[in-house]
């Protein structure tokens, strides 16, 4: 049987005959987007699921030899330290503008370890920069230094100086990432981003956080229900999902730094696809009215609801645009679903998506210009991205198992979505810019992923 997009029309139906027994809820440990405690200081699968075709963009030369570390560290330091170079070459690695040569490759060098003396020795196997980095730890704490040099003239181009207890090497790692990625690559590296998600691993479907590249994966919610369908705020501080922990489908908020949550929206039969306005201010979802469903929008906290659209058809999964000036949704007012934009009133409705006999799960590109969501082609539900000003619509995936739920990196440059396969259901992502698949996901079904925007500058 042939999975359909999270939340489809017959999703719908589906939600409207279920019946649960639901046991006394428990909560999960609260779960922050990132670990706390980080101090900075400044120095001078398988199956290939998705084939994406891409311009490919000149590598910068780095060379980045093994991290030194200081005499004497303790064996929780030294842990700290492997784990803290081993994210770095990853993270470094997963922008894909870089062409990195690690310590085997530079093993051919004779270094005397003074880095002004050396840099010809690196230069000499073709590189331009040069990264450098130190750890040391004292007490409980891990202390991190790297240092980026301009092997043309030996001047340093980026020092930073971390420091945190052992338990967030990681987060150090994508913090400094994030920085080398902003000074070289001339955007905000995504490191420090999280996918929020769905999954059925403890026997019941709750709402997960993993970080970007699928590691640190925790459970947010602990309902013992069902719960599904998250949503970012745009500030990334919460995430709205629906949940059936008091009956029929709800809206739920849980704030990340505190696990604290509390109802949004309970009203009417089903309340359904949360979506938040980029401001934080306004909430999209779509409730059932007498057994048809319809988009509405109220304040963030769920007060003050309006109707958006009023039509016989079934009407759901609503995304505010990154500019907050116009609302994508799933409609069947043409007969098979289609993707449709409105602007935040529900005036001006306009369709996007002409190709395909089932179309749904809109997601907006960061800049607002393009739209991805799951099409079914030749019986096969596939990635698309359509152009919302051409209408011009690329095929991103391909294979005999559907894709669904897409969402955008908020640099733009990749889409998570889940696929059917043997493991059962699981999140993959791709990179847009060339032929890149990663599986994030391995354990029980996992479905609905939603990526966090980049982080507060203060977080």
Excluded: C
């Excluded at 370890?113 to 130190?134: F, P, V």
């Excluded at 070289?184 to 479907?205: E, N, Q, V």
């Excluded at 009417?268 to 929008?297: C, M, Q, V």
């Excluded at 596939?382 to 995936?397: A, G, R, S, W, Y």
């Amino acid at each position: 049987m042939k999975t359909k997009p999270a939340l489809s029309y017959f999703s719908l139906l589906f939600l409207g005959t279920i019946l649960l027994t639901v046991g006394s809820p428990s909560e999960a440990q609260p779960a922050s987007q990132q670990p706390t405690g980080l101090e900075v200081d400044p120095l001078a699968s398988n199956e290939v699921v998705a084939t994406l075709e891409g311009e490919t963009r000149p590598r910068i030369p780095l060379a980045f030899p093994a991290t030194s570390l200081a005499p004497g560290m303790s064996s929780r330091g030294e842990q700290a330290a492997r784990e803290l170079e081993s994210t770095l070459r990853s993270d470094l690695d997963a922008t894909r503008i870089f062409d990195i040569q690690g310590p085997e490759a530079l093993a051919v060098l004779k270094l005397s370890g003074d880095s002004s003396r050396d840099l010809e020795q690196y230069r000499s196997l073709g590189n331009d920069i040069l990264l450098l980095t130190d750890v040391r730890d004292t007490e409980n704490k891990v202390i991190f230094e790297g240092r980026l040099l301009d092997l043309k003239n030996g001047d340093s181009i980026l020092g930073k100086r971390y420091q945190g207890t052992f338990d967030i090497a990681r987060s150090i790692a994508h913090t400094f990432s994030d920085e080398v990625m902003l000074y070289l690559g001339g955007r905000r590296g995504i490191a420090r981003t999280s996918i929020a998600f769905t999954s059925d691993r403890t026997g019941h479907k709750e709402i997960y956080l993993m970080d970007y590249d699928g590691h640190g994966q925790r459970q947010v919610t602990a309902h013992k229900s069902i719960s599904m369908a998250p949503t970012w705020s745009g500030d990334s501080s919460n995430l709205a999902y629906l949940s059936f922990l008091k009956g029929p489908p709800s809206l739920l908020r849980v704030d990340l730094s505190t696990g604290k949550k509390n109802t949004l929206v309970s009203d009417g039969k089903h309340n359904l696809s949360p979506s938040y306005s980029p401001d934080n201010r306004s909430l999209a979802f779509a409730k059932s009215l007498d057994g048809n469903t319809e988009i509405f929008a109220a304040r963030s906290g769920g007060s003050q609801e309006r109707r958006l659209t009023h039509s016989r058809s079934i009407e759901t999964n609503p995304a505010w645009s990154p500019t907050g000036q116009g609302i994508a949704f799933t409609s069947s007012r043409t007969g098979n679903p289609n993707i449709f934009i409105m602007d935040p009133d529900g005036a001006n409705i306009r369709r996007i998506s002409f190709d395909g006999t089932y179309n749904d799960g809109a997601a907006w590109h960061p800049e607002g210009s393009r739209i991805a969501y799951s099409s079914r082609r030749g019986g096969v539900f596939q990635i698309v991205v359509t152009d919302i000003v051409t209408l011009e619509t690329t095929v991103l995936t391909k294979g005999s198992r559907n894709k669904e739920g897409p969402t955008f990196s908020p640099d733009g440059e990749r889409i998570a979505f889940s696929s059917q396969g043997r493991e059962g259901s699981q999140i993959y992502v791709v990179d847009l810019e060339g032929r890149v698949l990663a599986q994030l996901t391995h354990q029980g079904n996992n479905s609905s992923p939603s990526w966090s925007p980049y982080p507060a500058k203060n977080r």
